[in-house]
């Protein structure tokens, strides 16, 4: 919608696709293994369920950050994963959980499904049905923005311990998992993630942020995931660099 809007879509849409009214796409169900959340549910449901505040409340306090309550009203995750924005605040999260998306005709792994900026693993005509999310995972969020609300990220990271998982948006054309950061965090190496993590990432200047504060405030956010006392119902807290 966002795009329509800007008439940033080529060719223009002549005919759109509504998917709100198909309850069949929306819901919470949890299995003995797993949680599924429907690929129409919106944020706002996300955050109120009690199975996604128990078992993924790194994903309830994401979706919490995103716009304000009249985007979490109607944004979708399903929404959120098919604009594959590096930005998407949901993102780093799905690829902490190691979730599947769950399309029409498949399962894909999530590490697989961000191809490069803006494009993803999907066909034209193929409808995301789901997410997957196994359970006993503990992950820990943070959003950086410029507000409390209505703030795209500057950074945005996800971080389980357990398997070690570093996953972070903002920082590259794609949101990506922090390989050489995650090997050393493996290892029990702390001081050697927030080392690697500045190699992992290949940040930008923007109109949101510059290169510089992206790489800088990357690392002190990990090392406050990995160190500090954390909830992950933390909610947007901007961060700052002193001034040069
Ligand atoms: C004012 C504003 C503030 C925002 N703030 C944030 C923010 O802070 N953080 C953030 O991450 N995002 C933010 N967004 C973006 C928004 O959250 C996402 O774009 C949203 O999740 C999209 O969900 P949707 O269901 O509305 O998708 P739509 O906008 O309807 O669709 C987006 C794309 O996904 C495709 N799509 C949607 N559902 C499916 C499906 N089930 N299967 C296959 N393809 C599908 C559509 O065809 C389209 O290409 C903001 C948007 C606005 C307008």
């Known amino acids: 919608m966002v795009m329509l809007h800007a008439h940033a879509l080529r060719p223009e849409p002549e005919v759109l696709l509504d998917l709100w009214s198909l309850d069949e796409l929306k819901g919470v169900r949890r299995t003995s293994d797993m949680l599924e959340i429907g690929a129409a549910e919106p944020y706002t449901g996300i955050i109120a369920s009690p199975e996604v505040q128990l078992h993924l409340p ?21 929404g959120n994963l098919a604009n594959a924005s590096p930005a998407g605040d949901t ?3 799905l ?15 999530i590490d697989e499904f961000f191809t490069g900026y803006r494009k993803t693993a999907l066909q034209s005509d193929e409808l995301i049905t789901a997410v997957r999310f196994p359970l006993g995972r503990q992950v820990t969020f943070r959003k950086v923005g410029t507000r409390a609300a209505q703030a795209i990220s500057k950074i945005v990271m ?17 949101p990506l998992r922090a390989r050489r950061a995650e090997a050393a965090l493996e290892r029990g190496d702390v001081d050697g993630a927030i080392a690697a993590v500045a190699e992992d990432i290949r940040p930008i200047d923007d109109v949101r942020s510059t290169a510089v504060y992206r790489r800088t405030v990357t690392q002190n956010v990990l090392r406050e995931l990995l160190d500090g006392p954390h909830s992950p119902s933390t909610p947007t807290v901007p961060a700052f660099l002193p001034r040069r």
């Open 91 to 93: 993102l780093p999260v």
């Open 158 to 174: 996800a971080v389980s311990r357990s398997p070690a998982r570093i996953a972070i948006g903002s920082v590259a054309e794609v």
């Open 95 to 109: 690829l902490a959980y190691d979730a599947v998306v769950v399309t029409d005709r498949r399962s894909i792994a």
């Open 58 to 78: 790194a994903l309830a306090a994401a979706a919490h950050t995103i716009g304000a309550a009249q985007i979490q009203n109607r944004g979708t995750l399903g």
